[in-house]
């Protein structure tokens, strides 16, 4: 089992930044990609970023490319997303999960452990 805590949600204007940490407990942080995801009030999940098991390999959503970076500290079990420019409809519940056999993936299905979220709310 992995147990997933996100933090750093928050309110910001538009053109603002925030950072999402996501600390990890149980089994051993360095087995797992991890991704971050978000959904937005009455839509679907959405792959947000992903970073390999190293964190040398990181993946984006069109949507976020350019402005939001994804990283990972495995010493201290924790992936980042660091969110810059941030736009009203970047306005989200955002999580954090852990899985990944194949990377990169993109699905819901291929993460095995999630967090309970944290929210994302940014005024226009």
């Known amino acids: 089992q992995v147990q997933l805590v996100e933090s750093g949600g928050g309110l910001v204007q538009a053109g603002g930044s925030l950072r999402l940490s996501c600390a990890a407990s149980?089994?051993?942080?360095?087995?797992?990609?991890m991704g971050w995801f978000r959904q937005a009030p009455g839509k679907e999940h959405e792959f947000v970023a992903t970073?390999?098991?190293?964190?040398?390999?990181?993946r984006y959503a069109d949507s976020v490319k350019g402005r939001f970076t994804i990283a990972r500290d495995n010493a201290k079990n924790t992936v980042y997303l660091q969110m810059n420019s941030l736009r009203p409809e970047d306005t989200a519940v955002y999580y954090c999960?852990?899985?990944?056999?194949?990377?990169?993936?993109?699905?819901?299905?291929?993460?095995?452990?999630w967090g309970q979220g944290t929210q994302v709310t940014v005024s226009s």
């Open positions: 999960a852990a899985g990944g056999i194949s990377w990169p993936s993109f699905g819901r299905a291929d993460y095995d452990y």
């Open positions: 970073i390999n098991r190293s964190g040398r390999f990181t």
């Open positions: 149980g089994r051993t942080f360095s087995d797992y990609a």
